[in-house]
């Protein structure tokens, strides 16, 4: 049988710009499927990574997918507090292996300030890169993506209002930086890390200990005010003193086994000033609040393979129409059957599957690029992968293809040489 490629490369180059917006169409209709199919599984791995770190969180009565979204994904909002002697109770606790308030202040050129204990740094953040966690109220870890190097300084901007209008007070600090994180793929990556101490103190609350009564306006080196102590000589994170203990939005606390986690949960759910729960589970409720993600899948997931069909019904009819004439004079010619079936389903197959491969990096790069702009937008790292489930939608629409390639083969002996021959 002789060789039908040159035929399909002359057919190619005469109809270029049809195949070409055949290819296109059906590039579109699989890139659609597989970027939002890549683009929900990046989305939930994402999300659910940076919760991984977070075992345990309790605050108080309320919105627990607002205590989620503000205290793992630094969305903040305002959250009621809850009484302090909470926090002690769990720092006490035998069943508790750490427990760090997450406080909410100010901000340092659009990056939040949060306030933690030192052992929330090294127990719950990864690892440092570069420098050693806060031993001083002055000073702060930075996440990985946060334009400040080690040993730089800076005040942060307050930018709060009273109820009345007016500039919230605050008192004075100039932080230095003294230690990065390691990419972690989270909000906490644009995120700095102060001692609690220093947030609730900034804002005239109590700090926990006693050492920070006199304190009036914190220095570089000293506290400023007659026989201040050096800021090195405060004390941060516990053990606390329950007098002074304020208010706390939200409170991370790590078990030390998986069934103490349970009892604790259980503990401070039955609690009527406290809601306790593994952030895992929020998750599931915050999916369904953002419209039920599977359910909007499997509609466009619909969609797509309606778009993905007429783009191949397109390519059949387009095939047939654009090789009427030259079909006929291979018949006039006297080339067989088999012959005539091959060149025009390698045609059509060739059109299918060069859309199809072009969709599958079409909706990859759709989907890497929605995740970058959503990582600066909120920074949280999306992980875009192709898995088994995009590369069987491709195979899926080419084996259509392959099956829809064969009707406008068989339709050509259907028409007649001589009409056709006269168009």
Do not use: C
């Amino acid at each position: 049988m002789p060789n039908p490629l040159p035929v399909i490369a002359a057919d190619f180059k005469q109809a270029k710009a049809g195949i070409l917006a055949v290819v296109a169409l059906i590039a579109l209709a699989v890139g659609l499927g597989v970027g939002v199919s890549a683009q929900e599984r990046a989305f939930r791995e994402g999300s659910t990574r940076a919760a991984d770190a977070f075992d345990l969180l309790i605050g108080a009565r309320g919105s627990e997918t607002q205590l989620v979204l503000s205290s793992i994904y630094l969305q903040t909002s305002p959250l009621d507090l809850i009484d302090g002697n909470i926090l002690q109770d769990l720092i006490e606790n035998p069943r508790v292996k750490f427990a760090s308030p997450i406080g909410f202040g100010d901000n340092y050129r659009g990056y939040p300030i949060v306030g933690v204990t030192p052992q929330f740094v090294t127990d719950n953040t990864g690892t440092l890169v570069e420098g050693r966690v806060f031993r001083a109220i002055n000073q702060v870890v930075v996440g990985h993506d946060v334009q400040l190097r080690v040993g730089d300084t800076f005040e942060p901007s307050h930018g709060r209002m009273t109820q009345a209008g007016a500039q919230e007070e605050h008192g004075h600090l100039a932080y230095k930086v003294v230690g990065r994180l390691s990419r972690l793929g989270n909000p906490w990556d644009r995120a700095i890390l102060a001692p609690i101490e220093a947030v609730w103190w900034v804002h005239g609350l109590p700090t926990g200990h006693p050492e920070y009564a006199d304190i009036f306006d914190l220095g570089e080196g000293h506290a400023e005010g007659a026989g201040g102590p050096k800021l090195e000589a405060l004390p941060l994170g516990p053990p606390f003193t329950r007098s002074l203990l304020p208010g706390v939005p939200s409170i991370v606390v790590e078990p030390r086994t998986f069934a103490a986690a349970y009892q604790l949960r259980q503990q401070y759910r039955s609690d009527d000033r406290t809601m306790a729960l593994f952030p895992a589970e929020v998750l599931l409720q915050i999916y369904s609040l953002v419209g039920d993600v599977r359910d909007l899948l499997a509609v466009i997931s619909v969609i797509t393979q309606v778009l993905v069909v007429g783009a191949i019904l397109l390519a059949v009819l387009a095939a047939l129409a654009l090789r009427r004439k030259t079909i006929a004079v291979l018949r006039a010619m006297g080339a067989s059957q088999g012959y005539i079936f091959l060149t025009v389903w390698l045609n059509v197959t060739l059109m299918i599957a060069a859309g199809a491969a072009l969709g599958l990096l079409v909706g990859w790069g759709t989907a890497k690029l929605l995740s970058a702009v959503f990582a600066q937008s909120t920074g949280l790292l999306l992980p875009v992968r192709l898995s088994l489930q995009e590369y069987a939608l491709v195979a899926t629409i080419i084996a259509i293809g392959l099956v829809l390639a064969a009707i406008p083969s068989l339709l050509t002996y259907r028409q007649s040489v001589s009409a056709a021959l006269r168009q």
